[in-house]
């Protein structure tokens, strides 16, 4: 075999499997419009800052492209900024401030008056004595006043008070030495000096500083029922007073469990109520089951990142996304708490964010760019059966008219469910689980039709779904899964016709040193008594199609995923086909390692399938044995060997077929006279324009060629399902 062809059929191999697509080939998830524009439509997209970000030309570049918000992460807390009377730290927050001024960025201001990093001398004289309220009062009104001014130009909202209100699960306070019954408020400072009073301070001060400006009450846990209801009461309370509170900030330090949308969605729509307008202040994603805004937290192992955590983070942020766009009328921003996992405050091995540690973009950062507009408002079609593959008596998993597939899965103490399928590019389907404990979850959208393998990741492992059967793929036996398919007729199994049958047969195989196994249908009639050309009864012969499987799979994937049995029956009951024998053999494709495939010349099984189990199906079958009725065909990488072995061995097979495995150009076969027919095809989400070429380039040459690009079909069964029921209408005439 020359070196070109084998070249060419590695990049037809590469190109048609989709998952081997990114091997070795890091994605670049920034390719593509800004976050910012993505999202023009609904609202700014902010990131906070540290001195790095902004002085870093890398860093910068990915804040220009992405953001159209900025919060200084510290500089501006009233600790940082003005950490004793009179002494101002003005250089880190005018830097911020400048770049974003250079930059046409605008900001958001955090914070003015919060019980950590805080300019604590306001609470006490010069001799260290507490000073009374109305001192603390002039103190931050000065400081408010000063630093709203000076950035004036630059900040459209202020996190005024930041963290006021006491957090969930705290029956009792403990003040001054004595338990009481807690109180809505977290026990600052501030609280201690002055009660509520000092929230409503430090809004009129900022009031008075910049009469234009968004003024926020900002805080974490929002999501928690206790807390979401205890900020509801202060604003209102505070808004009834006339307290000019324009927003709350929800901070959003979630996590990849945490919380549901419903959960989200109570908090924003009962704040909408009092507010009109909420941020998102600083949203990040822990990979633990941790969340809050406390300063105390477990920092996360520096570890890479599980591929089904990763999978987690992305469905989450893609949930949280949805129901921020679903509230786009009151949500005007949403900042991420740092630009990468590097710059986390939780430290990098929470991976919270969805730029990695090396300022590359992860999954997640697409997911969140590249939302289906119209998918946020699909709710699918309410006409659900039990897939068509299930076990005996399950209901799930089940689809609809649509394509939806939806699943459920028993696993009490399970954190997590993930099923692999799902829509292109990601993860698959993370179910949640629903009120009786049991995990559900529907797809995101309608799946393409035909068969599809899946697996459950069930907290990190994989296993099976219990309720449907297991088809052999990947190397294993997977679940697997039947969407409704348009032209679904040519492969349904019929009561009205006659059947053929399939047999199992076992052969030695001295080349492999083992038992070999291949299925053998045999068209109905098969055995009986037809007048002979002499005039004499005899048994009818039948020519013979070698049919190949892919890599991962074996000689029970034709037969069952690939329904090659039924799709014969039905031509033949139709008139379409003359009746012949299909040998589907396991192509010893599983013995190859991934990674060699450079290497891969089908030898070994051209040893096989010619010296070792044509002899033997020829013997044992009433088969016409020679090259005029004998046809070599296979998928994906049975569509390798066949080329290799076609091209090779002429002599063996009259009629070639490549299905999503490849195609034939005129230069490469040697007799134009050696072969009778060549079919190629490929799903329409593959490779069309090499079936196209191919096809255009044979007829050119005056071969006998046809092809097929299925219609909404990928790299899978319905494929070569359809590919096999054209084929076969061309075969042996
Ligand atoms: C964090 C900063 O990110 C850290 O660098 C700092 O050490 C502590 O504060 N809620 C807030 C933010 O409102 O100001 C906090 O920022 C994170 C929790």
Redesign the pocket.
């Known amino acids: 075999m020359n070196k070109r062809i084998i070249s060419g059929l590695v990049l037809a191999f590469i190109s048609i499997l989709p998952t081997m697509a990114q091997w070795g080939r890091p994605v670049d998830y920034f390719a593509g419009p800004g976050l910012k524009d993505a999202y023009k439509d609904y609202f700014t997209i902010g990131v ?1 800052v ?1 001195k790095k970000n902004v002085s870093d030309p890398a860093q910068m570049a990915i804040i220009k492209k992405q953001f159209n918000s900025v919060t200084a ?2 500089a501006w ?1 009233p600790g940082e900024i003005h950490p004793k009377e009179g002494v101002w730290n003005f250089g880190l927050a005018d830097s911020i401030a400048n770049f974003c001024r250079e930059n046409g960025i605008k900001m958001r201001g ?2 003015l008056c ?1 019980h ?2 805080f300019a604590d001398w306001m609470f006490t004289d010069k001799k260290g004595k507490p000073v009374k309220k109305e001192v603390f009062y002039q103190r931050l009104r000065d400081h408010i006043h000063t630093v709203v001014n000076r950035y004036k130009d630059v900040v459209y909202a202020w ?1 005024v008070v ?2 006021a209100m006491a957090d969930d699960g705290r029956p009792f306070d403990f003040v001054d030495g004595k338990l009481v019954k807690a109180s809505p408020y977290r026990q600052s400072r501030h609280f201690k000096l002055c009660g509520d009073e000092f929230i409503a301070k430090a809004f009129e001060f900022a009031r008075e500083a910049d009469p234009d400006v968004l003024l926020f009450y ?1 805080d ?1 846990s929002c999501v928690d029922n206790g807390k979401r209801e205890r900020i509801y009461e202060m604003v209102k309370k505070m808004k009834e007073a006339g307290v000019p509170i324009d927003g709350i900030g929800m ?1 959003g ?1 979630y996590n990849i469990y945490f919380p549901e949308e419903e959960q989200l969605e109570k908090a924003i729509t009962r704040f909408k109520e009092i507010v009109k307008h909420i941020n998102i ?2 949203l990040d994603l822990r990979t633990n089951t941790e969340s809050g ?1 406390q ?1 105390m937290f477990s920092r996360g192992e520096a570890k890479p990142q599980a591929g089904y955590i990763a999978t987690l983070q992305e469905d989450q942020y893609a949930r949280l996304f949805k129901v921020f766009r679903k509230h786009a009328d009151v949500i005007d921003n949403v900042t991420f ?2 630009l990468s996992d590097k710059d986390s ?1 939780l430290g990098l091995g929470n991976h919270p964010l969805p730029i990695d540690e090396n300022l590359k973009a992860k999954r997640s950062f697409q997911i969140i760019r590249d939302f289906d507009a119209a998918a946020d408002k699909r709710v699918p079609k309410d006409d659900w059966v039990p897939n068509p593959m299930n076990q005996p008596g399950q209901e799930y998993p089940q689809v609809n008219s649509e394509g939806f597939a939806r699943f459920r899965v028993e696993a009490p103490d399970a954190k997590s469910v993930i099923v692999s399928l799902g829509l292109g590019g990601r993860g698959g389907t993370v179910l949640r689980k629903d009120k009786d404990g049991v995990w559900t979850g529907t797809t995101e959208g309608p799946m393409d039709p035909g068969f599809h393998y899946y697996h459950l990741t069930i907290d990190g492992g994989v296993v099976n779904d219990p309720g449907t059967h297991n088809y052999f793929g990947s190397c294993r036996w997977e679940s697997g899964i039947e969407i409704p398919a348009p032209d679904q007729d040519f492969y349904a199994w019929r009561k009205d016709i006659p059947h053929g049958n399939i047999q199992k047969v076992d052969f030695w195989s001295e080349s492999t040193g083992k038992m070999q196994t291949c299925n053998v249908y045999l068209p109905d009639g098969y055995g009986k008594l037809v007048k002979g050309k002499n005039g004499k009864l005899t048994q009818e012969r039948y020519p013979v199609l070698y049919l190949q499987h892919g890599w991962g799979e074996n000689e029970t994937s034709w037969p069952v995923q690939g329904k090659a049995g039924i799709i014969m029956d039905n031509l033949i009951a139709e008139g379409k086909i003359k009746p012949f024998i299909v040998v589907m053999a396991y192509g010893l494709t599983n013995d190859f390692k991934f990674g060699t495939i450079g290497k891969f010349t089908a030898e070994e099984f051209e040893k096989l399938l010619i010296d070792e189990l044509i002899p033997v199906i020829d013997k044992q079958f009433l088969t016409k044995p020679d090259k005029w009725n004998r046809a070599m065909a296979g998928l994906s990488m049975g569509g390798m060997e066949t080329k290799l072995i076609t091209l090779r061995r002429p002599e063996v097979f009259g009629y070639w077929g490549l299905l999503s495995g490849g195609t034939y150009m005129p230069e490469e076969i040697k007799d134009p006279k050696c072969v009778k027919y060549i079919f190629v095809g490929c799903g329409d989400k593959e490779n069309p324009d090499g079936i196209n070429k191919s096809v255009e380039a044979l007829k050119a040459a005056g071969f006998n060629a046809e092809g097929l690009v299925s219609e909404n079909t990928a790299h899978e069964f319905l494929t070569w399902r359809r590919c096999l029921y054209k084929m076969a209408q061309s075969l042996f005439k």
């Open positions: 906070a540290n992460e510290n807390k955090h914070c919060w950590s990093q996190d930041n963290e900002n974490y901070q330090h202040t600083e805004g300063l708490w740092n405050w």
